[in-house]
């Protein structure tokens, strides 16, 4: 089984888990339909997309309403702390949650406590928390986009908006903040940088590039960086390694947005429905093991 | 009467020459209060700067508003009448953590995108409507997107409005960036 914990941003959702399907362009969990346009839905129907074309584990969703006030969030945190140990998991994937260290921490007790340690993958909010707490090195795979790489080789900066101009100027010096990175402790054990090249690095050595597809407006795409996360937990869930699982990932996302053709007026559903097709281009279609 | 005063009150550093402190920060509950009273003080003409909390009380998405702490009595009851209390002054003796002044802009020929820290907001050129809203990791990204695409700069609610932390703050930026640029 593979799980994934984020919020959706509407607050009549409450916290809900169990099965996830895709049905008609929309998540269904627990009766209750969600739109994939964005966020953790879209990582979500990423994965479910994959998971049409390769014979995976199933998927088991955390999911609550939450806008920014992090009242969802902690809620979910809460739930997680009491009732993680209870399920079984071969890839937890945590994603937009209300960064907070307290919590996060709470959270990594239950994980420790776990009759089988799942992979670990941590983007976006949770991957914030998980900087600052100082246990990057827990985890498995981080999936930061080149600004959020800033903010992870800056050992000072407690969120992206507190990355120091020095640092933020070296973006396109993505090897030397890799290592800045790493050398903090700041990264997790595998990193797949998602930019104009994507990088797959296992602890501080540059394993991979991916630059092809080269497809320009996906950086304008809001939740190109979730449908990598979703393909990667999918990918981890066949059997892969981490590394290759992080290249297949960043090679069928681009392949997606291929196929979709876009502009940097596309919307990210556009990519999730060339999934299948981006899978085979990438070789990773059929059973992956 | 006193505003105009207060709008020339020159910033100074943390410290005097003396090393007296002569800064303080006001700590909210959360990154929305911060955001109305940043909006409540500035409003008032008050010399204000939002900046991020010392270590020991960083929780992972918070700022804080530096002020001058001779104003203290009189900021904090402007606070209390905007019904904006802080939860606690603290002095600052420690520099602060600055928020992200850096944009950078894409130009996509018909589209142009304007990223700050980790935010990124994309409009057509022809109408100035936003197209997409990518990046961040906060819940309120997804929300602000909902609420933000599909409509012109004109039409749009400001982050600042809508949005309750870090990310929401920095897509603010990125938005005043792109109305300067538009």
């Given at each position: 089984?593979?799980?994934?914990?984020?919020?959706?941003?509407?607050?009549?959702?409450?916290?809900?888990?169990?099965?996830?399907?895709?049905?008609?362009?929309?998540?269904d969990l627990t009766g209750h339909r969600i739109p994939i346009n964005r966020g953790t839905p879209a990582l979500l129907a990423a994965a479910l997309k994959a998971h049409e074309s390769i014979q995976g584990p199933d998927i088991h969703a955390f999911l609550v309403g939450d806008i920014g006030k992090g009242e969802g969030s902690r809620r979910l945190y809460r739930f997680l702390e009491q009732h993680l140990t209870e399920h079984r998991f071969d890839v937890l994937t945590f994603h937009y949650l209300q960064p907070d260290v307290d919590w996060h921490n709470k959270v990594m007790f239950a994980i420790e406590a776990m009759r089988r340690r799942?992979?670990?993958?941590?983007?976006?909010?949770?991957?914030?928390?998980?900087?600052?707490?100082?246990?990057?090195?827990?985890?498995?795979?981080?999936?930061?986009?080149?600004?959020?790489?800033?903010?992870?080789?800056?050992?000072?900066?407690?969120?992206?908006?507190?990355?120091?101009?020095?640092?933020?100027?070296?973006?396109?010096?993505?090897?030397?903040?890799?290592?800045?990175?790493?050398?903090?402790?700041?990264?997790?054990?595998?990193?797949?940088?998602?930019?104009?090249?994507?990088?797959?690095?296992?602890?501080?050595?540059?394993?991979?590039?991916?630059?092809?597809?080269?497809?320009?407006?996906?950086?304008?795409?809001?939740?190109?960086?979730?449908?990598?996360?979703?393909?990667?937990?999918?990918?981890?869930?066949?059997?892969?390694?981490?590394?290759?699982?992080?290249?297949?990932?960043?090679?069928?996302?681009?392949?997606?947005?291929?196929?979709?053709?876009?502009?940097?007026?596309?919307?990210?559903?556009?990519?999730?429905?060339?999934?299948?097709?981006?899978?085979?281009?990438?070789?990773?279609?059929?059973?992956?093991? | 009467?006193?505003?105009?005063?207060?709008?020339?009150?020159?910033?100074?550093?943390?410290?005097?020459?003396?090393?007296?402190?002569?800064?303080?920060?006001?700590?909210?509950?959360?990154?929305?209060?911060?955001?109305?009273?940043?909006?409540?003080?500035?409003?008032?003409?008050?010399?204000?700067?939002?900046?991020?909390?010392?270590?020991?009380?960083?929780?992972?998405?918070?700022?804080?508003?530096?002020?001058?702490?001779?104003?203290?009595?009189?900021?904090?009851?402007?606070?209390?009448?905007?019904?904006?209390?802080?939860?606690?002054?603290?002095?600052?003796?420690?520099?602060?953590?600055?928020?992200?002044?850096?944009?950078?802009?894409?130009?996509?020929?018909?589209?142009?995108?304007?990223?700050?820290?980790?935010?990124?907001?994309?409009?057509?050129?022809?109408?100035?409507?936003?197209?997409?809203?990518?990046?961040?990791?906060?819940?309120?990204?997804?929300?602000?997107?909902?609420?933000?695409?599909?409509?012109?700069?004109?039409?749009?609610?400001?982050?600042?409005?809508?949005?309750?932390?870090?990310?929401?703050?920095?897509?603010?930026?990125?938005?005043?960036?792109?109305?300067?640029?538009?």
């Open positions: 089984m593979l799980g994934v914990v984020g919020t959706v941003p509407d607050l009549a959702v409450p916290l809900i888990h169990g099965p996830v399907r895709l049905v008609d362009g929309h998540l799942p992979i670990l993958i941590a983007d976006a909010g949770f991957m914030y928390a998980a900087k600052m707490s100082g246990q990057a090195p827990a985890y498995d795979i981080f999936t930061p986009d080149v600004g959020e790489l800033a903010f992870l080789a800056d050992e000072t900066a407690p969120h992206p908006f507190y990355t120091r101009g020095f640092i933020l100027h070296e973006t396109n010096k993505v090897p030397d903040l890799i290592q800045r990175a790493c050398h903090h402790g700041n990264a997790a054990r595998c990193l797949l940088v998602k930019g104009a090249v994507d990088y797959i690095v296992v602890r501080d050595r540059i394993v991979a590039t991916v630059d092809q597809p080269s497809v320009e407006a996906m950086e304008a795409i809001g939740g190109t960086g979730d449908t990598v996360t979703g393909l990667l937990t999918v990918l981890c869930g066949a059997g892969l390694a981490p590394a290759d699982a992080a290249v297949f990932a960043a090679r069928a996302n681009r392949w997606a947005g291929h196929h979709a053709n876009p502009t940097p007026a596309t919307q990210v559903g556009a990519l999730i429905d060339k999934i299948p097709l981006a899978l085979a281009a990438a070789g990773a279609g059929g059973r992956v093991v | 009467m006193f505003g105009s005063l207060r709008k020339k009150k020159p910033q100074s550093s943390p410290r005097d020459k003396a090393g007296a402190v002569d800064r303080g920060i006001l700590v909210f509950e959360n990154t929305s209060e911060v955001i109305q009273a940043e909006k409540a003080l500035k409003k008032a003409g008050w010399a204000i700067r939002v900046m991020g909390p010392p270590p020991e009380i960083q929780t992972g998405c918070d700022l804080v508003i530096e002020f001058p702490l001779i104003e203290e009595l009189n900021i904090v009851r402007e606070l209390r009448q905007a019904h904006v209390p802080p939860l606690s002054v603290v002095p600052v003796t420690a520099p602060l953590l600055a928020p992200v002044d850096l944009f950078q802009t894409k130009d996509y020929g018909d589209y142009l995108m304007v990223r700050a820290a980790n935010m990124k907001i994309t409009i057509a050129k022809k109408d100035q409507r936003i197209v997409n809203i990518s990046g961040g990791g906060c819940p309120d990204v997804p929300y602000l997107a909902w609420q933000m695409v599909g409509k012109t700069l004109a039409e749009a609610p400001r982050p600042r409005d809508l949005g309750h932390t870090l990310c929401g703050y920095a897509l603010d930026l990125a938005f005043e960036e792109i109305c300067r640029k538009c």
